[in-house]
């Protein structure tokens, strides 16, 4: 339970005691007290992660729109950005308004329109450039026959070909079918195997829900935020040559990479 | 990236329960180019498995692996990817999203970026 929620309970409990000293708290005002407390301890529960990631595996929303995994979290965002650098204060931060070479530019004008803007730096699901990147993705998928995450001359060729089903040309129709298929309505699950994979084509309700409680997907902990600190850690390299420890690093930013061969 | 800022910003990766084992929620793609790994049951397990994650994709930055009841995997909610960048006093600047869907390396490069503006160190990194 974090912190603010012991502070809370503690701070009733004084107040209660303090109220008993001078007056004993009635049956009604200690009933009161309670289901205040059970529900924001409710609440503070059912906001976790790990809940809402389960209670969405139970309805089977896995899909990449479902909004399952929860977005990320930067110090350094948009407000961060122009606080500093958007001196005219137009919401276009210009080459000449930031330090830096242009591939720092590059970098951050993510969009290639030639000014850094708060579309730049969105990474929320709505965000035009993460929906066409998905669209995009989707597309390479399905041409990537190897999934090697390269498409050869071999593969792109047999996308014309089964797109133009004997022609030599396509047409806008043709590329139609590039386009991810709708689909399936989402039901109330009722009825439905959990076993059986889900609508989205992802791994069956069950495996993702055994995922989920054996940490393959997730876990109760929902780490560290922007701010606080980095929980140190010693771990061996792959080769066991040595030990390495967060703290060797203090003073120097660090990149954690979390992941695995599969 | 980490040729583009390794100068700047340490990269560590920290290999950790498979995401997508044989004997659990495995994958067509993983099928394809023969990648099967069963879940671990043993550090030893772990370790083979990210000496060939390690040989197969010619990492150039060092590659830890978690102990086997995934302590370190825990505390930072890694689990299947997860992208975090730490700053120079030891305290978290990003926190990426969970894998597959959060997992942007693109975004990361941002915040790296915006943390080497702030320490004063965009003059020479990047592209």
Not at chain 1, 27 to 35: E, T
Not at chain 2, 48 to 75: W, Y
Not at chain 2, 86 to 111: C, D, T, W
């Amino acid at each position: 339970m974090p912190r603010f929620q012991l502070l809370s309970f503690g701070v009733a409990f004084v107040m209660l005691a303090g109220t008993a000293r001078a007056q004993p708290p009635t049956p009604d005002a200690c009933v009161v007290q309670a289901k205040r407390l059970l529900h924001e301890g409710l609440a503070w529960f059912l906001e976790r992660e790990a809940v809402l990631m389960a209670r969405d595996i139970a309805r089977d929303r896995l899909g990449p729109g479902d909004g399952w995994f929860r977005l990320s979290q930067s110090r350094y965002d948009w407000k961060w950005l122009a606080f500093r650098f958007d001196k005219d204060n137009d919401g276009c931060i210009f080459p000449k308004e930031l330090p830096g070479n242009s591939g720092v530019f590059a970098t951050l004008d993510r969009d290639g329109n030639g000014a850094i803007t708060a579309m730049d730096l969105d990474w929320s699901a709505a965000a035009p450039y993460l929906k066409d990147t998905a669209l995009a993705g989707q597309w390479f998928g399905r041409t990537d026959a190897d999934a090697n995450g390269r498409i050869s001359r071999q593969e792109w060729d047999a996308l014309f070909d089964k797109l133009a089903k004997g022609k030599d040309y396509l047409t806008s129709e043709d590329l139609k079918k590039l386009l991810p298929p709708t689909p399936p309505p989402k039901g109330t699950g009722k009825g439905k195997d959990p076993s059986a994979k889900s609508g989205s084509g992802m791994p069956s309700p069950a495996t993702m829900m055994y995922g989920l409680l054996t940490g393959e997907i997730g876990s109760l902990n929902e780490g560290p935020r922007p701010g606080q600190r980095a929980p140190d850690f010693i771990l061996p390299t792959h080769d066991g040559t040595r030990q390495i420890s967060l703290k060797d690093f203090r003073g120097k930013p660090v990149v954690l990479i979390f992941g695995s061969f599969t | 990236m980490h040729q583009r800022y390794g100068e700047y910003v340490a990269f560590l990766g920290i290999y950790v329960r498979e995401a997508h084992p044989i004997d659990g929620a495995s994958s067509v793609a993983n099928d394809k180019v023969g990648i099967r790994i069963r879940q671990h049951r043993t550090f030893e397990e772990r370790l083979a498995a990210a000496q060939a994650c390690c040989g197969a994709l010619h990492l150039g930055m060092p590659l830890l692996v978690d102990t086997i009841d995934d302590r370190v995997g825990h505390a930072y909610s890694g689990m299947p990817d997860r992208l975090y960048l730490v700053n120079r006093e030891g305290k978290v600047a990003y926190q990426g999203g969970r894998g597959p869907m959060g997992f942007r390396p693109a975004e990361l490069e941002q915040s790296i970026i915006l943390l080497l503006l702030e320490n004063g160190n965009a003059g020479r990194a990047g592209r």
